[in-house]
């Protein structure tokens, strides 16, 4: 039974704030009506505001008719019938909406107040507590426990953060609502809550431990980051590493630790422990779409062109829209492709990630080892033209930064097919017109002889 002073009294605290809800959900939650019933809506709005009741609900009738799962129309008539004082013919009407909508308020709220009129008060006060329960503190700190008991904490922080602002100095909801942001791996937020904790008692020893915690996380991450942007990504591997160290016991800290260390050693082309890292992630998240990413630029790097494809080709699934997963499974298609012809990494024995200087030595190791003048027989004399002429085209090649980056991209710059309105490939030519060239000079003032007997 409702008492005095208990929930219909605590009611009138709010009842202003109520009002302005009826009009929001009143004015908002017209949506998927058909035209014709959306006319008889606004029609009888307008006549509903201009005093002509019963003709404004005529066209609530012809709504309700037109449309009988419309809350709205209902809601309308039933206002018109209050207007009209006729609070028996308004009481169906105010219990469909709420059988359509039971989270509409403003019609819950009406009913109570029809019910509490008629003399049912234990309905009226079931109609009043569901209303008020969304102003109270303590209900919403409740519900915020059983959720985060079923394990839905960002319903539970919604509870908690309405329960911060109706209840003064709570300081309590502001800490829970840090620690869920915490375990939830949201350090950003998680600080700030608990910021908004020591605001209110800077004394609170829970929140000032909790914040020294998050504070700590918060400042490596941002310095790991801080050296991902800056291209040191040794140094933002260190940092994130002591991430790890420093909240071992949140699962979600070492994932999106691990998630960051293996993008810093595929951007540092340190392709095996990049494989070795990005698989964990996946093993624990086979979608995260960054660690597929990074892990087919790795493979590029190891020559692993089908595993590459693979990988650009499940981020794709879940993510078809990113242009980087579209460009990186093209030109991984094309790697492929062009592997299965010459490869000019290959041929100098060098990784696609090698250093100019590497390339040179190599070259000049290889040349001077098939040159042709070193071989007598005509046939191994031919072999080592042929083997000359691939070895200066590789050189050729990668030593030319536009040429090597042409390479890298799957498109052969030497090659008439991989090349737009044809050509010739200017390798792809006697041992003759070689004769003469010096294959080992550095392309500076010093000049290289070699006498072979």
Known sequence: MVAPGSVTSRLGSVFPFLLVLVDLQYEGAECGVNADVEKHLELGKKLLAAGQLADALSQFHAAVDGDPDNYIAYYRRATVFLAMGKSKAALPDLTKVIELKMDFTAARLQRGHLLLKQGKLDEAEDDFKKVVCVWDAEL?????????????????????????KLKNDNTEAFYKISTLYYQLGDHELSLSEVRECLKLDQDHKRCFAHYKQVKKLNKLIESAEELIRDGRYT???????????????????????KERICHCFS????????????????????????????????????????????????????????????EGLEKAQ???????????????????????????????KLALQWHPDNFQNEEEKKKAEKKFIDIAAAKEVLSDPEMRKKFDDGEDPLDAE??????????????????????????GPFRFKFHFN
Request: overall charge neutral; aromatic content about 8%; hydrophobic content about 30%.
């Open 418 to 443: 991989s090349q737009q309105g044809g050509g010739g490939n200017p390798f792809h030519r006697s041992w003759n017109s070689w004769q003469g060239f010096n294959p080992f000079s550095s392309g």
């Open 334 to 364: 094309r790697l492929l492709k062009q592997s299965q012809k010459r490869d000019y990494y290959k041929i100098l024995g060098v990784k696609r990630n090698a250093k100019k200087q590497e390339i040179i030595k190599a070259y000049r």
């Open 235 to 257: 140094d933002a591997t260190s940092k994130y590493e002591s991430v790890m160290k420093t909240e071992p016991s949140v699962a979600e800290y070492t994932i999106r630790s």
């Open 140 to 164: 919403r700190e409740l519900r915020a426990e059983c959720f985060i008991k079923e394990g839905e904490p960002r319903k539970a922080i919604s509870d908690l953060k309405a329960a911060s």
């Open 267 to 326: 951007k540092d082309e340190k392709p095996v422990e990049a494989i070795r890292v990005c698989s964990e992630v996946l093993q624990t998240e086979p979608d995260n779409v960054n660690a597929l990413k990074d892990r087919a630029e790795a493979y590029l790097i190891e020559e692993m062109y089908d595993e590459a494809i693979q990988d650009y080709e499940t981020a794709q699934e879940h993510n078809e829209n990113d242009q980087q997963i579209r």
